[in-house]
């Protein structure tokens, strides 16, 4: 079955403490990886993507995601988060020549200032 | 200027009511999906068009039916609600690179 599990639900940290969300996915065939973000009052926005090549790739706001084919994972990450980063993140695969993507159920960050 | 739009923001309604749900966006783009979030925040992809043209329908009521005038639009009219249909729905538009770029959603609450 297709999916994409991510393990942390809801996440509590302090400023300039480290992230690490973590993002598997089930999918057979070639995907393309993405994590979304949505703040508080804002609309869901692309964070970064992975197609191919380097499989650490960065994004917006100091933000970072590898991906690990071998362990079907795109974690996210970053090395020092801000009050401002409290957001819902969202990972999402899409199959390769496909229209469908496939979210996972969100991770709730909240960083405490 | 906003990129992707819905209306309303807010939708009360009594089971067994129809509504719509419009979506509008400026972008250019060709592609557009409805989404559906629930409760658990769990985002699922109901239906995607392009250039018009229904290219996706995940398996979603029949009571469900998307409908586009024409490629900058996707409106989203559901039949006979139930309580089940209580959501958040997202629009997106798909732009350079896959990217999706979503509307506001529309909280939908069914009595």
């Known amino acids: 079955a297709q999916s994409v599990s991510q393990h942390n639900h809801h996440v509590i940290l302090s400023e300039a403490a480290s992230l690490e969300l973590g993002c598997n996915y089930s999918y057979g065939g070639t995907v393309n990886l993405f994590w979304y973000v949505q703040y508080p009052g804002q609309h869901l926005q692309l964070l970064l993507k992975?197609?191919?090549?380097?499989?650490l790739v960065k994004g917006i706001k100091g933000f970072e995601a590898e991906f690990i084919k071998s362990k079907f994972s795109f974690n996210l990450r970053k090395p020092s988060v801000q009050w401002s980063d409290t957001a819902e993140y969202f990972c999402?695969?899409?199959?390769?020549?496909?229209?469908?993507?496939?979210f996972g159920t969100g991770t709730r960050l909240k960083v405490l200032a | 200027d906003t990129a992707v739009s819905q209306t309303p923001k807010y939708l009360v309604t009594q089971m067994g009511n129809d509504k719509s749900i419009k979506c509008e966006q400026n972008?250019?783009?060709?592609?557009m999906y409805w989404y559906k979030q629930d409760s658990k925040k769990f985002l699922k992809i109901m239906f995607s068009y392009n250039n018009k043209e229904l290219i996706i329908n995940e398996t979603v009521p029949n009571r469900f039916s998307p409908k586009s005038p024409d490629k900058a639009h996707l409106n989203l009219h559901i039949n006979s609600l139930e309580l089940g249909d209580s959501a958040v729905y997202f629009c997106?538009?798909?732009?350079?690179?896959?990217?999706?770029?979503f509307g506001p959603g529309t909280r939908l609450l069914v009595l």
């Open positions: 997106a538009s798909e732009g350079e690179g896959e990217t999706q770029y």
């Open positions: 972008l250019g783009h060709d592609t």
């Open positions: 999402a695969v899409r199959g390769s020549g496909t229209y469908k993507y496939i």
């Open positions: 992975y197609f191919s090549g380097d499989p």
